[in-house]
């Protein structure tokens, strides 16, 4: 059964404005963790933002916040005021109960100027 | 810090021989290493999880024969493709997490660009 969903293949967003990347998971463990990471053209892995199930606030690091909603099992990405170097392939991955990590098929993102 | 390095980044080889991709955790110690594949415009698709002195665990469909796996030390781990095809052709990149540390977060080298001709 697949792990980590991501509906969206493709989103473009205006520059300065904020855009929202859907994840949804799937899991009966009680302690699991979300990741989201961007990979470029160059194919590097890049983390964000990471949010823990028990963690009671949404995670956020800069202009990147996680929209945390456990009982949807949703795991959205929030990007504020996009930049034109954040045009990348953003992927969803959830880390189990024995640390194996499942990734989501991708949304690639293009910020338009 | 926790830095991971993949070598070579490119690769290109003929049809039928063997090569060997290294990972390396430069500045940590890493507990487990992680090796995954990666098609154009696809996912990661992990092939294999590396613990220090101990055989690799392959994911279902991963041919173990195939994709060599060698966990030497906690900075070391070597992927090696065997009898090489074209269809082997691929992105490769290895990630690690670290000892005692932060477990919850894996470190990803920049990859590997796999060519067989």
């Known amino acids: 059964a697949q792990k980590i969903t991501q509906t969206q293949p493709g989103m473009f967003v205006q520059e300065k404005e904020a855009v929202t990347l859907d994840c949804t998971y799937d899991t009966s463990d009680p302690s699991y963790g979300l990741f989201w990471y961007k990979q470029p053209s160059s194919g590097e892995m890049i983390f964000l933002i990471y949010q823990g199930s028990y963690d009671q606030q949404n995670a956020t690091e800069g202009r990147y916040s996680l929209n945390f909603q456990k009982a949807r099992k949703s795991a959205n990405l929030v990007i504020s005021a996009s930049q034109l170097g954040d045009s990348a392939m953003y992927f969803c991955a959830m880390r189990d109960n024995f640390n194996k990590f499942y990734f989501g098929s991708g949304t690639k993102l293009n910020v338009k100027p | 810090g926790a830095v991971v390095s993949q070598h070579p980044s490119r690769v290109i080889c003929k049809s039928g021989t063997s090569v060997k991709i290294e990972c390396r955790s430069l500045d940590f110690q890493a507990t487990t290493m992680f090796w995954y594949r990666q098609f154009p415009k696809q996912s990661l698709m992990l092939m294999a999880t590396s613990n220090e002195g101990s055989k690799a665990t392959y994911e279902q469909g991963v041919e173990k024969d195939k994709f060599l796996i060698n966990h030497a030390s906690l900075t070391l781990s070597t992927l090696t493709v065997t009898s090489a095809h074209p269809e082997d052709s691929s992105f490769y990149i290895c990630?690690?997490?670290?000892?005692?540390?932060?477990?919850?977060?894996?470190?990803f080298g920049p990859g590997t660009r796999l060519t067989v001709t």
């Open positions: 990630s690690a997490t670290r000892r005692k540390v932060k477990p919850y977060e894996q470190y």
